[in-house]
């Protein structure tokens, strides 16, 4: 038997709203105009009616449903979300500094003295530096923009997928995505990845547009969506060209010529999108912007194509915290096909992720005799191939690599499992297809079991009815086209249901937990092992990190307050228990995560270049990984110090590594300078502009600890070491509590006070 699916489905004109039989010519220009529609002279219906109604063509239950989705969505993502506080402070401080002046705003500087910029464009930081601008700063303003993101990307894959499936398979798609753990997370938190995958949805839906009726409005609007995300997180928006160039140059229903053409416009569009913003920072005199954080050269190029380029793929990453590996024991998890299954990964975003595999290949098998301009087909290869090659190049790169980038791979999987799932059902009175099914329904069913297994003490009893719920649901899938309708429903809602409620325990854990730091991750504790000696943030248990640490524990309070003791070991390389250069060991820190995302405690780390350590206040060069990737405690105390006569100053303070520096300024409100950028590795400010700041009286206080200095593990600048040394040999210092300041505007002289 030959379906509608194995001829071309589709000959011109618009594409079919639903599944069915498509056209099987091409809409042909009437010669005369057509008689007015029915009611064509009645009023409109009023727009709360047609939001409401949606297309007349879709059931009654469509647009409620959506509708039902998005809300369903907001409202789960905005669950306890102030819980996280400021989230990643390092891009919190950024949005308070945009929000105080245009300047920063605009270079996506680190304080509004404009000293040094984050290690990425500014896009994100945009939507959430204007939120900050009209309500103030607080976790609300900054977190809910990327809420707003993650509805929105839901909205997109829905369309995407509804427009040429059903809108049953719209909802599916979309439940997958706001189910997916790291979707949960992300869509939570104020990194750059609620952005990318928002822009990364909207381009493969715009693709598929012009798949429809090969419109060149569209192609062009897809390298508009590419360009910005270029602003949001450099090259990683490139990783889906290929494939989506390729698609549409192959499958687009019209001729070569002006197909390369279109191609060759959006090319143009994506360069005036993504490079008006580079073009301006790299023609700005460099002595009167902020220095690049992330560079060596104070260039956004350099930093595009090294540090956040071709360095995440090599792990050549100059100045980072750690080299690349590869192989088996990368500094950043293992390398190879498998790791977006592996334990450091798998938890995050493989729950559907065989499931999405396995319905790619039965849609491309189904479309096998279509024609070129198939749009089921196109589709497929649309939303597969963005899934692939992020996923190849997610699975072999070397350099830095967090759990939560896997967040690009969700609205793929999302629109995988939608599209592959209805097509399968409307062809499930054949053999091949039922058998499809319930393969897929095993195979997740199976793989749920694993991932849940890792975990063996987060609700025991959920990894048995996954397995035995999915299947059952198989079971009855192998027969669908023998039982009657409401059977067959059955075993579909079963499995589905088995199918996602190992990431919907996952998602639901993830919002009932704040999350702060630079590593953050989905799910319960140990879900996830990659870690920099414990898990940023309280968003799971402490595991023993790459770098030799020993395993934190976490605990989660029954008010939602986490406590966690994250301790940390020397990096290898150097000294008994140190980081390279020796230092004396720290003991373990602890760290309490409180509902409005403040941190409180000691966070005792291990010997710096140069020797002493952050727990007592030591100089050292740095604080460490504690505080290059959490911040740090900032006392009422320390606070009314810095506060003081802080209108006189450029910036009140300066601190290494951004982490630091930003939670003090996020404290005070107030600018403070983060020599060395990230991990205190840049060379920004150099000793001798550092010494002019002081004597101009720009900065009033230098705080001890924090970041790397030194350089870090693979190579940069040792200039925050020098002006660490500098500054302890020059200047009083100020102690109040556990912290150590150093006053610059007062000249040594053997002596130092404390408070």
Same mark, same amino acid.
């Given at each position: 038997?030959?379906?509608?699916?194995?001829?071309?489905?589709?000959? !011109?004109?618009?594409?079919?709203?639903?599944?069915?039989?498509?056209?099987?010519?091409?809409?042909?220009?009437?010669?005369?105009?057509?008689?007015?529609?029915?009611?064509?002279?009645?009023?409109?219906?009023?727009?709360?009616?047609?939001?409401?109604?949606?297309?007349?063509?879709?059931?009654?239950?469509?647009?409620?449903?959506?509708?039902?989705?998005?809300?369903?969505?907001?409202?789960?993502?905005?669950?306890?979300?102030?819980?996280? /506080?400021?989230?990643?402070?390092?891009?919190?401080?950024?949005?308070?500094?945009?929000?105080?002046?245009?300047?920063?705003?605009?270079?996506?500087?680190?304080?509004?003295?404009?000293?040094?910029?984050?290690?990425?464009?500014?896009?994100?930081?945009?939507?959430?530096?204007?939120?900050?601008?009209?309500?103030?700063?607080?976790?609300?303003?900054?977190?809910?923009? *990327?809420?707003?993101?993650?509805?929105?990307?839901?909205?997109?894959?829905?369309?995407?997928?509804?427009?040429?499936?059903?809108?049953?398979?719209?909802?599916?798609?979309?439940?997958?995505?706001?189910?997916?753990?790291?979707?949960?997370?992300?869509?939570?938190?104020?990194?750059?990845?609620?952005?990318?995958?928002?822009?990364?949805?909207?381009?493969?839906?715009? =693709?598929?547009?012009?798949? *429809?009726?090969?419109?060149?409005?569209?192609?062009?609007?897809?390298?508009?969506?590419?360009?910005?995300?270029?602003?949001?997180?450099?090259?990683?928006?490139?990783?889906?060209?290929?494939?989506?160039?390729?698609?549409?140059? =192959?499958?687009?229903?019209?001729?070569?010529?002006?197909?390369?053409?279109?191609?060759?416009?959006?090319?143009?569009?994506?360069?005036?999108?993504?490079?008006?913003?580079?073009?301006?920072?790299?023609?700005?005199?460099?002595?009167?912007?902020? @220095?690049?954080?992330?560079?060596?050269?104070?260039?956004?190029? *350099?930093?595009?194509?090294? @540090?956040?380029?071709?360095?995440?793929?090599? +792990?050549?990453?100059?100045?980072?915290?750690?080299?690349?590996?590869?192989?088996?024991? +990368?500094?950043?998890?293992?390398?190879?096909?498998?790791?977006?299954?592996?334990? *450091?990964?798998?938890?995050?975003?493989?729950?559907?992720?065989?499931?999405?595999?396995?319905?790619?290949?039965?849609?491309?098998?189904?479309?096998?005799?279509?024609?070129?301009?198939?749009?089921?087909?196109?589709?497929?290869?649309?939303?597969?191939?963005?899934?692939?090659?992020?996923?190849?190049?997610?699975?072999?790169?070397?350099?830095?690599?967090?759990?939560?980038?896997?967040?690009?791979?969700?609205? @793929?999987?999302?629109?995988?499992?939608?599209?592959?799932?209805?097509?399968?059902?409307?062809?499930?009175?054949?053999?091949?297809?039922?058998?499809?099914?319930?393969?897929?329904?095993?195979?997740?069913?199976?793989?749920?079991?694993?991932?849940?297994?890792?975990?063996?003490?987060?609700?025991?009893?959920?990894?048995?009815?996954?397995?035995? +719920?999915?299947?059952?649901?198989?079971?009855?899938?192998?027969?669908?086209?023998?039982?009657?309708?409401?059977?067959?429903?059955?075993?579909?809602?079963?499995?589905? =249901?088995?199918?996602?409620?190992?990431?919907?325990?996952?998602?639901?854990?993830? =919002?009932?937990?704040?999350?702060?730091?630079?590593?953050? #991750?989905?799910?319960?504790?140990?879900?996830?092992?990659?870690?920099? /000696?414990?898990?940023?943030?309280?968003?799971?248990?402490?595991?023993?990190?790459?770098? !030799?640490?020993?395993?934190?524990?976490?605990?989660?309070?029954?008010?939602?307050?986490?406590?966690?003791?994250?301790?940390?070991?020397?990096?290898? /390389?150097?000294?008994?228990?140190?980081?390279?250069?020796?230092?004396?060991?720290?003991?373990?820190?602890?760290?309490?995560?409180?509902?409005?995302?403040?941190?409180?405690?000691?966070?005792?780390?291990?010997?710096?270049?140069?020797?002493?350590? #952050?727990?007592?206040?030591?100089?050292?060069?740095? !604080?460490?990984?504690?505080?290059?990737?959490?911040?740090?405690?900032?006392?009422?105390?320390?606070?009314?110090?810095?506060?003081?006569?802080?209108?006189?100053? #450029?910036?009140?303070?300066?601190?290494?590594?951004?982490?630091?520096?930003?939670?003090?300024?996020?404290?005070?409100?107030?600018?403070?300078?983060?020599?060395?950028?990230?991990?205190?590795?840049?060379?920004?400010?150099?000793?001798?502009?550092?010494?002019?700041?002081?004597?101009?009286?720009?900065?009033?206080?230098?705080?001890?600890?924090?970041?790397?200095?030194?350089?870090?593990?693979?190579?940069?600048?040792?200039?925050?070491?020098?002006?660490?040394?500098?500054?302890?040999?020059?200047?009083?210092?100020?102690?109040? /509590?556990?912290?150590?300041?150093?006053?610059?505007?007062?000249?040594?002289?053997?002596?130092?006070?404390?408070?």
């Amino acid at each position: 038997m030959t379906t509608h699916y194995e001829q071309s489905t589709y000959q !011109g004109g618009a594409a079919p709203h639903a599944w069915g039989p498509p056209p099987t010519a091409p809409p042909q220009t009437p010669a005369t105009p057509p008689a007015p529609a029915p009611g064509a002279g009645e009023p409109q219906q009023p727009l709360a009616r047609r939001l409401w109604r949606g297309r007349p063509e879709d059931p009654r239950w469509a647009r409620p449903a959506f509708l039902g989705l998005l809300l369903a969505t907001g409202l789960l993502y905005l669950y306890d979300l102030s819980a996280s /506080g400021y989230a990643n402070s390092f891009y919190s401080a950024a949005v308070q500094a945009g929000s105080k002046s245009w300047k920063a705003f605009f270079f996506g500087s680190l304080d509004a003295g404009n000293a040094i910029t984050v290690d990425k464009p500014p896009a994100s930081l945009w939507p959430m530096a204007l939120a900050v601008r009209i309500f103030g700063l607080n976790s609300w303003a900054i977190l809910i923009p *990327e809420v707003v993101m993650g509805v929105l990307t839901v909205a997109v894959v829905y369309a995407a997928v509804r427009r040429r499936f059903s809108p049953a398979a719209g909802l599916i798609a979309g439940a997958v995505l706001a189910l997916t753990p790291v979707a949960a997370l992300m869509f939570r938190f104020n990194n750059p990845d609620a952005l990318l995958a928002l822009l990364m949805a909207l381009t493969v839906y715009f =693709v598929v547009r012009g798949l *429809e009726d090969g419109r060149t409005k569209w192609v062009v609007w897809a390298g508009v969506a590419v360009g910005f995300a270029f602003l949001t997180k450099t090259l990683q928006a490139f990783l889906i060209l290929p494939a989506l160039a390729l698609v549409y140059g =192959v499958c687009a229903p019209v001729k070569l010529r002006k197909r390369l053409v279109q191609l060759g416009l959006a090319t143009v569009a994506l360069v005036v999108s993504g490079g008006w913003w580079v073009a301006i920072v790299e023609l700005w005199p460099a002595s009167s912007r902020p @220095y690049i954080g992330g560079s060596q050269n104070n260039s956004f190029l *350099e930093l595009t194509f090294g @540090y956040n380029g071709l360095g995440r793929i090599n +792990g050549d990453e100059t100045g980072s915290v750690g080299g690349g590996g590869g192989g088996n024991g +990368g500094q950043w998890g293992a390398t190879g096909w498998d790791r977006m299954f592996n334990s *450091e990964i798998g938890s995050q975003i493989s729950w559907l992720l065989p499931a999405a595999l396995i319905l790619l290949v039965a849609g491309l098998v189904l479309t096998r005799k279509a024609g070129r301009t198939d749009l089921v087909r196109g589709s497929f290869l649309a939303w597969g191939g963005s899934l692939l090659m992020t996923a190849v190049i997610f699975s072999y790169m070397a350099g830095i690599f967090h759990q939560y980038y896997t967040v690009a791979l969700a609205p @793929y999987i999302a629109a995988l499992v939608g599209m592959g799932v209805t097509v399968l059902w409307e062809e499930r009175s054949r053999t091949w297809a039922s058998l499809t099914l319930a393969a897929t329904a095993t195979a997740t069913a199976a793989w749920g079991y694993v991932l849940l297994n890792r975990t063996p003490d987060y609700l025991p009893w959920l990894k048995w009815l996954v397995l035995v +719920g999915g299947l059952v649901g198989a079971l009855g899938l192998v027969f669908v086209a023998r039982l009657g309708r409401r059977l067959a429903l059955a075993a579909v809602g079963l499995g589905f =249901v088995a199918a996602l409620a190992g990431p919907t325990a996952y998602t639901l854990t993830t =919002v009932n937990q704040g999350h702060t730091g630079s590593i953050v #991750t989905a799910g319960p504790a140990g879900a996830s092992s990659m870690g920099l /000696g414990g898990r940023g943030g309280p968003g799971g248990g402490g595991t023993r990190g790459r770098f !030799g640490g020993t395993p934190g524990q976490n605990q989660q309070q029954g008010n939602g307050t986490t406590q966690g003791q994250n301790g940390q070991q020397g990096l290898p /390389g150097g000294g008994t228990g140190g980081f390279p250069g020796g230092g004396m060991p720290g003991q373990n820190g602890r760290n309490q995560q409180q509902g409005n995302g403040s941190t409180q405690g000691q966070n005792g780390q291990q010997g710096l270049p140069g020797g002493g350590r #952050t727990g007592d206040g030591g100089m050292g060069g740095g !604080g460490g990984i504690g505080g290059l990737l959490n911040g740090a405690n900032v006392s009422s105390a320390a606070k009314t110090l810095l506060e003081k006569d802080a209108s006189k100053y #450029t910036w009140v303070a300066a601190s290494i590594g951004s982490q630091n520096a930003a939670s003090y300024q996020l404290a005070t409100g107030d600018a403070v300078m983060a020599i060395g950028g990230f991990n205190g590795s840049d060379p920004s400010p150099t000793l001798a502009q550092f010494q002019k700041y002081v004597a101009e009286g720009k900065i009033h206080y230098f705080i001890s600890g924090g970041g790397f200095g030194g350089g870090g593990r693979n190579g940069g600048s040792n200039v925050s070491s020098q002006i660490s040394s500098w500054v302890q040999q020059n200047f009083k210092k100020v102690t109040v /509590g556990s912290a150590t300041f150093y006053d610059l505007t007062q000249k040594t002289s053997g002596g130092s006070s404390s408070s």
